[in-house]
C-alpha cells in the first residue's frame, strides 16, 4: 500500500515525502506551524515554518529560535511537495496548512473558526481530497451567536458592574481570546487593566492590530485606580492571591465551554459568557462541505462522535489521536501560564 | 442585576428570574431576585413558583424516551448523537435546549398557563403531545426553552433551597419566615390552592397534616469540651434510618420524611398508634428497620425505601419502628419552645404509658424510645461515641437541655457528634462523566479492592463508587490523567489503567449478594488521593470483611431496654 502524504507518527502529524512535520508535539528537524497556541508550538524544533503574523508571537513564546515567515497562499516546495498557508480565523497569524503532492490534495486546519472576528484573518475553505479536521465543539450543542451580540453583552455587564461601584474581572486565554475582548470593549464605559501576562503577548501584537489603550497592573497598581473598570486576566488568574486587589470584583468568563452551566458553575465564575475561537458544529459540517473533501480525520475534540456522525453522512471519516487541547486548555489551565510569561 | 422584562405575566419573566438564580452563587442576590419577583408576579404565578422551588411540580406529563427522540427529530440530528450530546451536558433540559433550532419568534403565555396546559397534557395522545412540544419549543428562545423543558422533566436544582425561598417569601410579604415555613410544609396543590389560602390566610383546619420544619444540626467542629459544662447537655446515639414526624391528629395518622415527604403508607405497622397515641401529638423521631427484634442496617431499611405498596412477606422480613427523638405537639398545643428537658420528659412520660397498658402488652407497639445517656463527664460520652457502631448508630447527638426546637439548621443548641468513618485504600479503575457542575469532567470513579482468583493470582474487584471529596483542582488533575491513561470507552464510562490510589470513607458496611465484591457500603466517599501509595498497597476484599466482623453488634437488643433513662 502507499504510503499517505500524511501520517499520525509519535512525534506529530508528519509528511514522509517532504520530511516535514505538522505542529508537531516532540521535538523534530522541520516543523511547520499553524499558531502560536502551546500545544500546536513547542519548544525544541530545528527550524520552524509558519506565517509571518505567528512569527513574533512564537518568538515572543520559544525566544531563540530559527523561523522563517511566510505569505498567505504562498507556495513552497520541499522535496517536491509543495506547502502554502491559509487563513484559519483562529486567532491573529493562524493557518491551515494545504499540502500537495503528485496531484492530491491534503489540508490540516490546526484550529479554526468560521466567523471572521476582524482580527484574525478570516478562515478560507479550501477544496482538498483529505481534510484533517479539529472538532473541539464538534456535538450539536455548540452554537455560536454572533459576536457583536456577545459583545454588547459583556459591554453591557460591564457599565452595570461600573453602575455598582464593582470592578469587572474577565477571564480569557493570554493569546487569542484576550485580544479578541480587548479589541471591542467599550472604552466610553472605562479603563482596560491587564493581567502581566496578557500585556505582554497583546505588546508583541500591537504593531499587527489596532487595539484599545491598556494598563498593566503592577504591584503598585493602586485598589482605587481599578475600581468600575475591567480588567482582562488569564483564566487561571482566577482563585489565585492576585485577584483580591480587585474587590468588590465580579467575575466573568468568555470561552465555548460557557455554553454549559455546569462549566460556569464549577468555575464558581459570575457570569459566563459563549465566545469561541472554534467552529461550532454547523461551522464544522459548512467547513468540510466548502472543502469537499471525501476522507475526513478528526483529530481533538469530540473526534469520536463527530467522525462517526461524518460516517453516517457517507463520508469516509476517522479519528487520530494527537495531542493538541483545543480549548480545553483554557477550560483547564494551570498556573504555568502565569509564571511563564510574568 | 434582576430587571423585568415588559409584561411580568409572561413565561419570560419567571425564565428570567431562573436565569439569575441560576446565574449567581451569592445567597444575598438570590433573595432579593426572587423577593421581586415574588413582589410582581400575579398570585398564581407565585403559588406555581413556591411550588417548582419547593420540589412540587406537576406529574410529568412526558416520558423521557419519547422526549429525547422528539428532541433530536426537531434538532435533526440521530437519536444516538442526542444521547452522546446528553452524557457530555449533563441534563435532559440544558440539551434538549441546545440542540432545537433557535427562533426569534415568542410566547406570550404566563408560567401558570404553562403549567395548566402540562397537567392537561398528561392524558393527551402521543401526537398531541408531540405537536405540544414541537410548538413550544419553536416558540421560546434558548432560556424559555431549558426552562419550559425543565418544567417538564424535572425540578430545578439551582441552589435555592426551602430556606432561601422563605427568606425570599418573608422579605416580600413580610410575614414571619418560620411561620411561612409553616404553611409551606406538607401536602398543598399548587393547581387549586390560591396565594391567599397558601400565604396570606389563618386558616387551622388546613394544618391538619401538617409537620413542624425539622431542626438539623451541625457537625460539631471543634473539642467537644468547648462546649462548656457538660452538666448542660443531654446525649442519645444519632440512628442511622430516616428522620420523621409522626403527626396524630383527629384519629388520622400522618408520617412525614425529612425530606417533606408524606410517608404514611409505607410504613403500615405505624397505623397501630392510631387510638393509642392520644390526638394532638407530633413525634420527631427516627424509622428504623427492625428485622428480628434488633435494629438493623440501613441498607435493610434500602428494601423498605421506595415502595409505595410494601407486601406481607417483607413487613415480615423488615418491619420498622420509630425510635422518638422529641415531642413538638401535645395536647393539641405547639410546645417548640419549651425546653428540650421538659420534651423529653413529656415524651419518656408518654412512652412508658403507651408500654405499661395492659391492652398494649400483646400488641406490639413499634414505637421505641431513643435512650439519653447517663454521663459525668465529656470522656464519658468520647467513649459512648467510640461505641455507637456497636449500637448500629452514627454516633451522637448532644442538645443543651434547655433547647427550644428550631427551626431548620441552626447551630448552637443541637450537635451532631458522628463516629469517624470506616476507611480503606483503594485503587480507581473505571470514570464516568459527572452532571451538573461537573459535566465534561471525569468526576465519578469506581474503585477496586484486591481478591485472590480460583487460580490464586491477584485480582482487581469493583467494591464501590464515588464522586465526592476531592476539590476541583484534585478533580481536574484526576480528569485530565483519565482522559491520557484510557484503556476502553464504553459509552460515558472509561475503564482506566489501574495507577491511582485513593482513601475512600464510608459510613457503614454490610455483606451483600447484589455486590460484585460481596460487601455493600454506605455512602462512600473520597477521603484523599494517597500519592503515596502504589496499587500493590491497596487494600483487599478480605480487608473489607474483616471490618464488618469489627463492627457487628455486640449485645444484641432485644427489647427496648430504659434503664438508661435519667428523665
Known amino acids: ?342 | 442585576m434582576f430587571c423585568f422584562v415588559s409584561n411580568t405575566y409572561e413565561m419570560k419573566t419567571f425564565a428570567a428570574l431562573i436565569k439569575t438564580l441560576d446565574s449567581t452563587n451569592k445567597t444575598t442576590v438570590k433573595v432579593t431576585a426572587l423577593a421581586d419577583y415574588l413582589k410582581v408576579a400575579n398570585d398564581a404565578d407565585k403559588v406555581w413558583t413556591i411550588a417548582i422551588l419547593s420540589h412540587r411540580r406537576p406529574p410529568r406529563p412526558v416520558n423521557t424516551t419519547l422526549l429525547r427522540a422528539w428532541a433530536s427529530e426537531l434538532a435533526n440530528i440521530p437519536l444516538w448523537l442526542f444521547e452522546e450530546s446528553y452524557h457530555i451536558v449533563g441534563d435532559l433540559a440544558e440539551t434538549i435546549a441546545l440542540v432545537v433550532p433557535s427562533t426569534a419568534s415568542s410566547s406570550k403565555k404566563s408560567l401558570t398557563q404553562f403549567l395548566k396546559e402540562m397537567i392537561a397534557l398528561k392524558s393527551k395522545t402521543d401526537t398531541e403531545k408531540k405537536a405540544y412540544l414541537f410548538e413550544n419549543w419553536n416558540a421560546l428562545d434558548y432560556y424559555g426553552r431549558f426552562v419550559f423543558t425543565k418544567l417538564i422533566t424535572g425540578s430545578f436544582r439551582i441552589g435555592v433551597s426551602q430556606k432561601l425561598m422563605t427568606r425570599a417569601l418573608a422579605k416580600a410579604t413580610g410575614l414571619d419566615e418560620d411561620v411561612l415555613a409553616y404553611k409551606l410544609m406538607g401536602n398543598w396543590d399548587p393547581n387549586t390552592i390560591s396565594f391567599q389560602k397558601l400565604i396570606l390566610e389563618e386558616n387551622k383546619s388546613d394544618y391538619l397534616s401538617k409537620p413542624y420544619p425539622f431542626y438539623l444540626a451541625y457537625a460539631i467542629e471543634n473539642d467537644v469540651e468547648d462546649l462548656g459544662d457538660v452538666s448542660q447537655w443531654s446525649a442519645e446515639h444519632k440512628w442511622d434510618g430516616i428522620r420523621s414526624q409522626v403527626i396524630l391528629r383527629n384519629n388520622e395518622l400522618f408520617v412525614w420524611s425529612r425530606g417533606e415527604e408524606l410517608v404514611t403508607d409505607k410504613y403500615p405497622e405505624f397505623e397501630k398508634f392510631v387510638g393509642i397515641i392520644p390526638n394532638g401529638t407530633v413525634i420527631d423521631g427516627e424509622i428504623l428497620p427492625y428485622p428480628k427484634n434488633q435494629i438493623g442496617t440501613f441498607n435493610d431499611l434500602q428494601k423498605r425505601i421506595g415502595r409505595k405498596t410494601v407486601s406481607k412477606s417483607l413487613l415480615e422480613k423488615v418491619p420498622v419502628i420509630l425510635k422518638a427523638y422529641d415531642l413538638l405537639e401535645w395536647e393539641g398545643v405547639d410546645i417548640r419552645n419549651k425546653p428540650f428537658s421538659e420534651r423529653r420528659k413529656l415524651l419518656t412520660a408518654l412512652y412508658r404509658e403507651i408500654h405499661t397498658a395492659k391492652s398494649n402488652l400483646e400488641n406490639q407497639i413499634p414505637l421505641h424510645l431513643s435512650e439519653t445517656m447517663h454521663f459525668t463527664t465529656w470522656n464519658d460520652l468520647t467513649r459512648e461515641r467510640e461505641r455507637s457502631r456497636e449500637a448500629r448508630s452514627e454516633g451522637l447527638m448532644l442538645k443543651r437541655k434547655d433547647s427550644p426546637y428550631l427551626v431548620g439548621r441552626k447551630k448552637g443548641d443541637w450537635w451532631k457528634w458522628k463516629v469517624d468513618p470506616l476507611t480503606i485504600d483503594a485503587v480507581l479503575t473505571y470514570a464516568m462523566r459527572g452532571h451538573g457542575r461537573r459535566s465534561n469532567l471525569f468526576t465519578d470513579y469506581t474503585f477496586a479492592l484486591w481478591q485472590e482468583n480460583e487460580e490464586g493470582k491477584k485480582e482487581l474487584v469493583t467494591f464501590a463508587k464515588a464522586y465526592s471529596g476531592l476539590t476541583d483542582a484534585e478533580f481536574r488533575k484526576v480528569d485530565a490523567w483519565i482522559k491520557k491513561n484510557t484503556l476502553e470507552r464504553f459509552g460515558p464510562v472509561r475503564s482506566v489503567k489501574p495507577h491511582h490510589v485513593f482513601e475512600i470513607a464510608f459510613e457503614g458496611i454490610a455483606l451483600s449478594k447484589r455486590h460484585k465484591s460481596g460487601v455493600a457500603t454506605r455512602f462512600p466517599r473520597i477521603l484523599r488521593w494517597r500519592h503515596d501509595k502504589k496499587i500493590e498497597d491497596a487494600n483487599a476484599i478480605q480487608d473489607l470483611k474483616e471490618l464488618i466482623l469489627a463492627e457487628t453488634p455486640k449485645a444484641i437488643e432485644t427489647k427496648d431496654s430504659s434503664k438508661n433513662i435519667i428523665e
Open chain 1, 1 to 342: 500500500m502507499e504510503k499517505p502524504l500524511l501520517a499520525f507518527t509519535n512525534k506529530g502529524i508528519y509528511c514522509s515525502a517532504a520530511k516535514v512535520y505538522l505542529d508537531p508535539w516532540k521535538p523534530v528537524d522541520n516543523a511547520i506551524i499553524t499558531h502560536g497556541h502551546a500545544d500546536h508550538s513547542r519548544w525544541g524544533n530545528n527550524r520552524y515554518i509558519t506565517h509571518h503574523r505567528n512569527v513574533p508571537i512564537i518568538t515572543h513564546r520559544l525566544g531563540e529560535i530559527e523561523v522563517s515567515g511566510r505569505e498567505w497562499g504562498e507556495t513552497f516546495t520541499i522535496n517536491g511537495v509543495q506547502f502554502s498557508l491559509h487563513p484559519a480565523g483562529h486567532i491573529i497569524g493562524s493557518s491551515q496548512v494545504r499540502v500537495e503532492y503528485k496531484g492530491e490534495v491534503w489540508v490540516f486546519t490546526g484550529d479554526y473558526k468560521t466567523e471572521n472576528d476582524g482580527i484574525s484573518t478570516p478562515f478560507e475553505p479550501l477544496k482538498c481530497h483529505t481534510f484533517i479536521t479539529e472538532c473541539t465543539f464538534g456535538l450539536p450543542a455548540f452554537k455560536w451567536v454572533p459576536q457583536d451580540e456577545v459583545f454588547s453583552a459583556i459591554n453591557e455587564w460591564w457599565a452595570q458592574n461600573r453602575s455598582e461601584g464593582k470592578t469587572s474581572v474577565l477571564f480569557g486565554y493570554s493569546l487569542g481570546k484576550a485580544q479578541r475582548l480587548l479589541k471591542y470593549l467599550d472604552t466610553d464605559i472605562g479603563k482596560i487593566y491587564t493581567h502581566g501576562a496578557i500585556e505582554n503577548m497583546t505588546e508583541v501584537l500591537r504593531p499587527l492590530v489596532d487595539f484599545p489603550e491598556t494598563s498593566r497592573i503592577t504591584p503598585e497598581t493602586k485598589k482605587e485606580a481599578l475600581l468600575g473598570n475591567i480588567v482582562l486576566a488569564p483564566p487561571s488568574a482566577h482563585g489565585s492571591s492576585w485577584i483580591r486587589k480587585m474587590v468588590p470584583y465580579e467575575t466573568a468568563s468568555a470561552s465555548g465551554w460557557m455554553t454549559f452551566r455546569g462549566a460556569r458553575r464549577r468555575r464558581a465564575i459570575d457570569k459566563g459568557f459563549v465566545l469561541s475561537d472554534h467552529c461550532d458544529w454547523q461551522g464544522l459540517i459548512e467547513s468540510i462541505t466548502a472543502t469537499s473533501a471525501e476522507k475526513i480525520i478528526c483529530t481533538h475534540g469530540y473526534s469520536d462522535i463527530f467522525s462517526r456522525y461524518l460516517r453516517e453522512q457517507g463520508y469516509d471519516a476517522r479519528t487520530e489521536e494527537t495531542q493538541y487541547e483545543g480549548e480545553l486548555a483554557e477550560l483547564n489551565s494551570t498556573k504555568e501560564e502565569i509564571t511563564s510569561t510574568n
